[in-house]
């Protein structure tokens, strides 16, 4: 796969995925119309330096998840960091770059990660390494865009339809007005373990009457 791409326009979603669900695949979506991307890669994380380990799916399961709303050949899930053994965003976006020098990527991020970006390693290199889209998050959007990173990239701003023109240089990153979705990973989570608890609860009285 080194040195492939083709020129081809690519939106990077990472994430744990933990589980992925409808609203990555309403993210990929909307980024494969707004930028006029070839194709979305699900880029699932094999650690989240930001997240706990508590209540973290094994990878293969993230994965299976991912692979399940993906949509081939233009929404893709993929082991790519797993492969690259890179959990660091900037150390990532540095090994894609050098594997497929002639594609366009876009890293794809929701609102509420330009938000916390300040928090993340070498954030100031991942802004110069490629170029950003961010998309609305319920509760995210105008906290995010009166941020740090907002304000540090105040003069990189661009429409979504520019993003990938010429002259690509970074930084540059743009907002893409879309509806939002209200789908959460966490909210998902809560509610397996919230039937977990029933069932049990359903199993013990079952056995009391036994």
């Given at each position: 796969m080194?040195?492939?791409?083709?020129?081809?326009r690519v939106g990077l979603l990472g994430g744990s995925f933990n589980p992925a669900h409808a609203g990555h695949r309403h993210v990929a979506e909307v980024a494969l119309r707004a930028l006029r991307l070839h194709e979305v890669w699900l880029l699932v994380s094999p650690g989240n330096p930001l997240k706990p380990e508590a209540g973290m799916a094994a990878f293969a399961e993230r994965l299976a998840s991912a692979r399940r709303v993906a949509a081939p050949p233009r929404i893709r899930a993929s082991a790519l960091e797993q492969r690259l053994r890179t959990a660091?965003?900037?150390?990532s976006l540095s090994r894609?770059?050098?594997l497929w020098p002639r594609a366009r990527f876009v890293f794809l991020i929701g609102a509420d990660n330009l938000l916390q970006l300040p928090r993340w390693r070498r954030w100031r290199r991942i802004i110069r390494l490629v170029p950003i889209a961010v998309l609305?998050?319920?509760?995210?959007?105008?906290?995010?865009?009166?941020?740090?990173a907002a304000a540090?990239?105040?003069?990189a701003r661009r429409r979504p339809a520019q993003l990938l023109a010429p002259p690509l240089a970074t930084p540059r990153w743009c907002f893409?007005?879309?509806r939002m979705h209200a789908a959460s990973a966490t909210a998902i989570r809560a509610a397996r373990a919230e039937e977990g608890s029933r069932h049990g609860r359903g199993q013990g009285q079952q056995d009391q009457g036994a």
């Open positions: 080194r040195g492939r791409g083709f020129a081809r660091l965003t900037w150390r894609i770059r050098r609305p998050r319920p509760g995210y959007v105008r906290a995010a865009l009166r941020g740090q540090v990239l105040r003069h893409v007005p879309a």
